[in-house]
């Protein structure tokens, strides 16, 4: 008989510490899950309130389990084979699950949910073990195996699984609603934009563009990250703002030792209108604290000012060393570091103020009507879904 594996067994990750919204953390996961994997056609689903389980017919397992990995909520799940809850059926598929030509340790976990089942699970795991050890040369090690086929009994059918994989963790992206992510075409934004999702909440990305001073390399650029960071979610729509009168305006009315800290604070006004726009119920960056001028706490303190929504920062706290580390591990880094201007480089003033007061932005700020090119970046903004597939992506 051929028991190659047929189903993927998926545990929940951190949902199962919230209570009473487990229903809809597992709703959420079901639906991000069938959306992940929609390019497999044959997949089917069933969802239990402490399990998920795919059936994997004619789908390739490993193609499966590469796209499953990506997905928040999970915190585990193991490629499984099902056979009938019979005793000389296990004994043999247990046998036939794993690779036995190349030596290795292993251990047995059986476990009877079923106590109706004949035998314990003692009695199970010494069975299967002694199959093994009769076949091949491996050798038992209970304590740190190579391989651990775990077996479990239910009532009708019986489930092995031999490798357990990790899932993304965190939570099921859409359960902790929806923020504005400030995306750059740098290191820190991608990663942080990684982090909210992993933290289950839906983001839309906003990039200020400054053309002609900032090239459609540049957008391209943001582009990519968007694609690369949209499997988490499913697709990412950004909304590219026509940055260049209002960063002008800036030049011509204020102190260029202020310029940075009031491109900022309009890049916060743009996000904050946008998030009501879109209702989304915070804002997000790739700030860190101390990094430059701009990212002093003064400056964060006058940045911040102008708006009363949550602004999130995934990274505030995270060395350089450590956020590169994440945007290698997500594949965003090499991306980052190609030399496209930014809109903040290219005006870059020789003595931005580290301690920028309110007062003084203020002061600058009275002098032109900014809200109503604020407006304007918001109505001007041109909106792009980004896809994981290269064919996919629409304007609208
Ligand atoms: P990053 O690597 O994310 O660009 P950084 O260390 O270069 O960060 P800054 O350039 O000072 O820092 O930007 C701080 C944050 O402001 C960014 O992480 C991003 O969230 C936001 N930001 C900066 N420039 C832009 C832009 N052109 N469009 C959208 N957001 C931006
Ligand atoms: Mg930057």
Redesign the pocket.
Known sequence: MDYRYDHILIRYGELSLKGKNRNSFIKQLYHNVKKALANFPTLEYERQHDRMYIYLHDEDPEKVSDVLATVFGISSFSLAIQVPSDMDVIIQAAKNSVDLSTKKTFKVAARRSDKNFPYISDTINRQVAGEILRNSDWKVDVHHPDVKIVIEVHKEFTYIMTNRRAGAGGYPVGVGGKAI??????????V?SYLLMKRGVHIEA????APPYTSQNAQEK?LTLAKMLSGYQGEILVHI?P?TQLQLAIYQHADESYAITLM?RM?MRIAEGMAKKRHAQAI?????VG??A??TLESMQTINAVTNMPVIRPVVCMDKVEIIDLARKIGTYET?ILPYE????IFDPKAPATKPRIDRCEKYEARWDWASMVQDCIDQCEDIVVRPEATQEDIF
């Open positions: 992510m400030l995306l750059s075409g740098g290191i820190d934004s991608p942080a906003i990039h200020f563009a943001v703002v940055f900022r890049m997000g960056t790739g700030e860190s990094q430059v701009s990212q980052s930014d809109c903040c480089t």
